[in-house]
């Protein structure tokens, strides 16, 4: 049975219709699927019924699942699960601040940044905590060439040392915080395009340049990232699957009231190194 994919907005993300992903999907309809997906970025799945088995078993046509970063004294080998949320459902706890979060893209701060993250909502607010996602090739393509030139030769700093309020903490960076230097813009691997990688939550510096000038820059190219035009705003249902891509997207979520219940199961497919859209040019 052929899917349908529809867009959701002009700037990225699409709804997949005709699929059960409660059932085992043929090679040919996960082929169509992944195809949609790298041309559309974000792919909504809805009325979904997944269980834990079967979110992975879409996730891994994709790549190999990520396990979920462990807390000091805390292992948890073999766990590719996590929850997003405020309550606990099934014996599992929620993770991460609650309310609002700037944009970003999942795991940027380590060598090898998650390719996919795919979300399945179970409980959600009446209303708010939606998710924003950005296309960071039309960022790219909005730039001024002389501009796209410059950061093409230029690195940033990735780090993932933010508080509960998520936004970034002030001070000496801890050398405990997870960081990773990244290329500024980076090459898709699968469609070659160049990718404007940094973003507000977890960019800290572009380096080898002064810092007032690195600021200066980063606030003019998340200005950029997050106009409207570039930007879907994803309004959760009970049983939607999303699945985005985290080398030419960056994501963001909106307030909620935190008395309300939301809980989302979250799975990362492992991805490569960035490279930079200069070495592959
Ligand atoms: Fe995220």
Not at 48 to 70: C, N, P, W
Not at 71 to 78: A, S, W
Not at 244 to 262: I, V
């Amino acid at each position: 049975m052929a899917i349908t994919v529809t867009p959701l907005s002009p700037a990225l993300g699409a709804e997949i219709g005709g699929v059960d992903l409660s059932q085992p999907t043929d090679l040919r309809t996960l082929e169509q699927i992944h195809r949609a997906w790298l041309d559309h970025l974000v792919i909504v799945i809805r009325g979904q019924t997944l269980d834990e088995a079967a979110q992975e078993r879409f996730a891994s046509f994709f790549g190999e699942l990520q396990e979920v970063r462990s807390r000091p004294g805390e292992r948890k080998p073999n766990e590719h699960v996590m929850i997003i949320g405020n309550v606990t459902v099934e014996g599992r706890k929620g993770e991460l601040p609650e309310g609002e979060l700037q944009f970003h893209a999942d795991q940027c701060y380590y060598e090898a940044p998650s390719k996919a993250t795919l979300l399945y909502a179970i409980e959600v607010p009446s209303r708010g905590g939606n998710t924003l996602f950005s296309n960071t090739y039309l960022a790219f393509e909005a730039l001024p060439p002389a501009l796209q030139r410059r950061l093409e030769n230029l690195d940033c700093f990735f780090l993932y040392d933010y508080n509960n309020a998520a936004a970034k903490r002030a001070g000496p960076i801890s050398p405990d915080a997870p960081q990773f230097t990244h290329p500024a813009v980076v090459r898709h691997p699968e469609t070659g395009k160049p990718s404007l990688f940094v973003n507000r939550l977890m960019s800290d510096h572009l380096v080898g340049i002064d810092a007032e000038e690195s600021q200066a820059i980063l606030d003019e190219l998340y200005a950029v990232q997050e106009r409207p035009e570039f930007v879907y705003e994803h309004v959760w249902r009970p049983g939607d699957l999303v699945m985005w891509d985290n080398r030419c997207t960056l994501h963001a979520r909106t307030n909620f009231d935190p008395s309300e219940r939301r809980f989302l199961r979250r799975m990362t497919v492992k991805g490569e190194r960035p490279i930079a859209a200069r070495a592959a040019a």
